[in-house]
């Protein structure tokens, strides 16, 4: 199965380059997909050179800060019809240990719809982060499955392996949310269409270099979204195969 790693960037200038290297290193390969939104400190520029040496290394670049989620549906889309079997999503601050890729694949391989890159299960962690913003994350999952019945420990998580027949069955065109909403909306998608979603432990560390994107916003949009999504029925893509 052809795997694709799927990474927004805006400003990772820092992270860009060890990141590139560091998962053309792993066994199995891996091809990255770079979704730019427009850094201006060279980003692009930095991943445009690496192609030279690598033909599994891809760029997409857009016009401006557009929001996660819809860099993700951009790759997504991208990865489809590219005919990807295994899509990734990873954080490009090494917050997210690309070593871990290999063990999310592994679980993929084995049946899994989707596998997640966890903190809260058994055997996760997160490092460097302050009490108060542990107790966040950790709350905001369990209010996640309070209300959406979820059944995922960490459903905030960002870093994830779908099956390509998921992201298929998904109507992406129908996914509403951009910040950290948006990955709790495509895990709730995923449940409610049937597909098993398991949880892989890792060691979630904080950002050493470049920027944290996060906002009170994001926050908000997923406090409100969850309620949403609760009373939104989920549909399959009208085009997909049942």
Request: hydrophobic content about 40%; proline content about 4%.
């Amino acid at each position: 199965m052809n795997s694709l790693v799927i990474i927004p960037t805006y400003n990772e200038i820092e992270n860009i380059q060890r990141m590139l290297d560091t998962v053309m290193a792993l066994d199995p390969a891996f091809h990255v997909l770079i979704v730019d939104d427009g850094s201006p400190d060279g980003t692009a520029n930095v991943v445009k050179e690496n192609q030279k040496a690598y033909d599994r290394i891809h760029i997409l670049e857009r016009s401006g800060k557009l929001g996660l989620g819809t860099a993700y549906i951009a790759g997504f889309r991208w990865a489809l019809k590219q005919g990807y079997d295994l899509i990734y999503e990873m954080d490009c601050d090494f917050s997210h240990n690309p070593k871990d890729l290999v063990r999310l694949r592994k679980a993929c391989m084995q049946g899994a719809g989707v596998a997640v890159g966890s903190r809260y299960t058994s055997g996760g962690k997160v490092s460097n982060w302050p009490m108060g913003r542990i107790l966040m994350s950790y709350f905001a999952s369990v209010y996640v499955n309070t209300v959406l019945w979820l059944g995922v420990r960490d459903s905030t998580a960002g870093f994830k392996c779908y099956r390509r027949e998921v992201l298929e069955r998904i109507d992406l065109s129908r996914i509403q949310f951009i910040g950290y909403a948006f990955q709790i909306e495509m895990k709730y998608n995923a449940r409610q269409l049937g597909f098993s979603i398991e949880e892989v432990p890792i060691t979630f560390i904080d950002r050493e270099l470049g920027t944290s994107k996060m906002s009170m916003n994001i926050f908000r949009e997923a406090f409100i979204g969850v309620l949403q999504m609760r009373f939104r029925k989920v549909t399959p893509n009208p085009d997909s195969k049942p």
